[in-house]
């Protein structure tokens, strides 16, 4: 999603939010966590970013507008630094919490950015168009980029989805030709507010759980009732994201000169290298950073699966391959004696169904959903209580433990 002076509502942000995970870790570790102190932070976050530079995820692109994620990242913790407020509420939430484990620490960190993502963007909004909006309201831009995108997928598929596709137009849909509708959805301009709360109203009868316009959440309480509110915030991001694409398009000349000047230069060196005079001088990669030139490592051994709990997997719907990946990640700390579903369970339990910091390897690739507890329970060959049971005893296991290391740390 785009809109005028944003910076971090595009998909780029899910690979800044882990470099920012990825190097609070580090820094914390060497922050006092009874008195942990911003500018400490700060400045063990620049060095870890600093490190971090010349990463495949730091060198990524964050944006449409050619900022990096390293970029993002490090203007985001300079906005921290000027906003101590959002830096005091996490400082408060780990004397609260005080995680247990590099997941929990990861999502705390998670949610001060996430919340600080939306002032900054929020603000340079405001600055950009003259017009107040809010971090909520930024929000809410978001989960209505994303509803429309749920929709148009949904259409795209309807055959497969036919009632819920029939549930958000309002109608059963007929054997036959495609719905007039799903032609008509061609970009976010031609999504309708009725279709925005419709599908809301019927995530939960699909298995989604409440939409996001009817959970008990008070934060979308207006627009529940403001269709037409609804329908300009899908206007305005429709409107600038075909503005914002056409952003290049004064430039194509001169890209097709840079083709040109290169093509010609590579003709002058190949033409000088078999003349008796040094040809123009070459570009030298002396500087070539140690990750770009070393050999690739090989890929950490796989933990060993039972072959009989692939075909459970198959059987619950979840994708090939998905016991070896999701029991590989995570597999360390207190639950590193607990089977694989126990500790995505547990997990479950206590970061609930959509933190951001789960391992790609616990989520479908497919839909980016984690399995269910009754998938879960499927793996473990249990039934859904006997889980809830086990993950439950880990659970008091885990917090068992570490109330006996605060003891002896005491």
Not at 45 to 53: E, I, N, P, S, V
Not at 258 to 275: C, F, H, I, P, T
Request: with cysteine; proline share 6%; charged share 30%.
């Amino acid at each position: 999603m785009r809109l005028p002076g944003t910076r971090y509502q595009e998909p780029g942000w899910e690979e800044v939010r882990k470099l920012l995970g990825q190097c609070s870790l580090a820094a914390l570790r060497g922050v006092d966590a009874a008195h942990p102190d911003l500018d400490s932070y700060v400045e063990r976050m620049t060095d870890q970013l600093l490190a971090q530079r010349h990463s495949a995820r730091a060198r990524a692109a964050g944006n449409g507008y050619g900022d990096t994620v390293h970029e993002l990242a490090v203007t985001l913790v300079v906005e921290l630094r000027a906003r101590p407020a959002d830096w005091d509420a996490l400082c408060a939430a780990l004397a609260v919490g005080n995680p247990a484990s590099d997941a929990l620490l990861r999502k705390k960190v998670n949610d001060m950015y996430a919340v600080l993502r939306d002032r900054v963007d929020a603000d340079n909004y405001q600055a950009a168009c003259g017009r107040p909006c809010s971090p909520n309201r930024m929000y809410a831009y978001r989960m209505l980029d994303t509803a429309y995108h749920d929709v148009a997928r949904l259409f795209g598929n309807w055959r497969a989805h036919r009632d819920q596709v029939g549930a958000i137009l309002g109608r059963e849909i007929a054997d036959g030709a495609d719905p007039i509708e799903v032609r008509q959805l061609r970009s976010i301009h031609d999504c309708r507010a009725e279709w925005i709360l419709r599908w809301s109203a019927a995530q939960e009868a699909f298995g989604n759980g409440p939409g996001p316009l009817h959970t008990r959440s008070k934060r979308f309480a207006s627009l529940k009732t403001s269709p037409d509110r609804i329908a300009a915030m899908l206007r305005e991001i429709g409107e600038y994201e075909q503005l914002s694409a056409n952003r290049d398009e004064d430039w194509l000349q001169d890209l097709d000169d840079a083709s040109v000047w290169v093509e010609d230069y590579w003709r002058v060196l190949q033409e000088s290298e078999s003349g008796a005079t040094p040809g123009p001088d070459r570009i030298l990669a002396a500087d070539d950073d140690v990750l770009d030139t070393a050999a690739p490592e090989p890929d950490p051994a796989p933990e060993e699966v039972d072959p009989r709990l692939e075909t459970l997997a198959l059987s619950v719907s979840l994708p090939p391959g998905y016991v070896a990946q999701a029991a590989a990640a995570g597999s360390d700390g207190l639950l590193a004696a607990e089977e694989m579903p126990v500790r995505l369970a547990v997990y479950a339990k206590l970061l609930g169904l959509d933190d951001e910091s789960y391992p790609d390897a616990w989520r479908d690739p497919a839909t980016g959903a984690l399995p269910t507890m009754q998938q879960l329970a499927a793996l473990a060959e249990v039934s859904l209580p006997t889980l809830r049971k086990r993950r439950d005893a880990a659970i008091a296991r885990m917090e068992a433990a570490l109330d006996m290391k605060r003891g002896i740390d005491a």
